[in-house]
Nanobody
Framework: QVQLVESGGGSVQAGGSLRLSCAAAGYISCMGWFRQPPGKEREGVAI???????TYADSVKGRFTISKDNAKNTLYLQMNSLKPEDSATYYC????????????????WGKGTLVTIAS
């Protein structure tokens, strides 16, 4: 079992930026960010595989950047030009296969961090 712990959530004004971090207690080849807005289903945001290749949801392309520090086993999500519709609980997830942004059955999940964007 690999524990994932997110941090960096908070409240900002629309147009602002936040950076989320996810510390993993061990190496995971595929890691990603998912989010769940209030009253809505979970959706994939961004994924990064073991080769550093990234995939983004269309709704965040050009605004969010996923990255990973393999030496620290830490995943990041830099979020710029935030919009009210980005408000959600953001979850870090990891797996060793099926590295897809639409894989909602990732093996490991964090508890989430809340992001609120005020208009």
């Amino acid at each position: 079992q690999v524990q994932l712990v997110e941090s960096g959530g908070g409240s900002v004004q629309a147009g602002g930026s936040l950076r989320l971090s996810c510390a993993a207690a061990g190496y995971i080849s595929c890691m990603g960010w998912f989010r769940q807005p209030p009253g809505k289903e979970r959706e994939g945001v961004a994924i990064i595989d073991m080769l550093g290749r990234t995939t983004y949801a269309d709704s965040v392309k050009g605004r969010f950047t996923i990255s990973k520090d393999n030496a620290k086993n830490t995943l990041y999500l830099q979020m710029n030009s935030l919009k009210p519709e980005d408000s959600a609980t953001y979850y870090c997830a990891g797996d060793y296969s099926r590295c897809r942004v639409d894989n909602y059955n990732m093996a490991y999940w964090g508890k989430g961090t809340l992001v609120t964007i005020a208009s």
